[in-house]
């Protein structure tokens, strides 16, 4: 069972950058489709970006096109977010998810089946 584990999370300034990581413990990563998704306080769980099962395929969310990169590293069960250019409106819990190997690498929260705790993004004006 995929047991998502996310780290990297921290307090940058504007223009900053991160690169978040999250590793399963259960090195199963190579059987699933990943993503990130963020929650902001007093918001809903948004999608990130997404990478499919064998990394042929990589999605993004509008918001974070050109500044973020998602990646996945199988030999060592990990998937990374690379972040630059970090804006106020990046500040969130930013989550891991493992989800059904399709193709296309979906966007929809349901599509992913196992998520980690998260890691605390925050991005100082």
């Known amino acids: 069972q995929v047991q998502p584990v996310e780290s990297g999370g921290g307090l940058v300034q504007t223009g900053g950058s991160l690169r978040l990581s999250c590793a399963d413990s259960?090195?199963?990563?190579?059987?699933?489709?990943m993503a990130w998704f963020r929650q902001a306080p007093g918001k809903e769980r948004a999608f990130v970006a997404a990478?499919?099962?064998?990394?042929?395929?990589?999605n993004y969310a509008d918001a974070v096109k050109g500044r973020f990169t998602i990646s996945r590293d199988d030999a060592k069960s990990t998937l990374f977010l690379e972040m630059n250019s970090l804006k106020p409106e990046d500040t969130a819990i930013y989550y891991c998810?493992?989800?059904?190997?399709?193709?296309?690498?979906?966007?929809?929260?349901?599509?992913?089946?196992?998520w980690g705790q998260g890691t605390q993004v925050t991005v100082s004006p």
């Open positions: 990478i499919n099962w064998y990394g042929g395929n990589t």
């Open positions: 259960g090195r199963t990563f190579s059987n699933y489709n």
């Open positions: 998810a493992a989800g059904v190997a399709k193709p296309r690498a979906g966007a929809e929260r349901y599509e992913y089946d196992y």
